[in-house]
């Protein structure tokens, strides 16, 4: 009985666990923008490619298709880019931005749970 007590607390804490584990996802390679623009979907686990690399002063579009409805990423927002754009289900959306420093540009949910960045060289 106490046996069956623990496998239960550990599926509860493993379930719990899982959902926080599809907020943080990061690529492990950044995809490098080809001509300028990216093709990106949001599906369960978060904005696929999370990582993109792009280049000082060229614009870059991202083309995002939202996949699913279990993801709270029905919107993107690049706060240092003034862009909050809806994500409608299955449609592709287009998001143009044009970076002037070198760095890191964020990109998340509108809850900021969801998150991904450009890498600008």
């Known amino acids: ?7 239960i607390v550990a599926l509860a804490l ?3 666990t899982l959902p926080a ?4 996802k990061d690529s492990a390679a950044p995809v490098a923008a080809a001509q300028g623009s990216v093709n990106m979907i949001v599906d ?3 904005f696929v490619p999370a990582t993109i690399k792009a280049k ?3 614009p870059l579009t991202l083309n995002i298709t939202r996949k699913t409805d ?10 240092s880019a003034g862009i909050n754009q809806p994500l409608p289900m299955n449609q592709p959306v287009k998001v143009t931005v044009t970076p002037k420093d070198r760095g890191e540009m964020r990109f998340a949910c509108a809850m900021d749970m969801i998150a991904g960045k450009i890498v600008v060289e």
Do not use: F, N
């Open 44 to 46: 369960e686990t978060g």
């Open 21 to 24: 584990a599809g907020c943080s």
């Open 14 to 16: 493993a379930s719990a």
């Open 1 to 7: 009985m106490k046996s069956l007590r623990s496998i």
């Open 56 to 58: 000082v002063g060229e």
């Open 70 to 79: 279990k993801t709270c990423a029905t919107e993107i927002v690049i706060k």
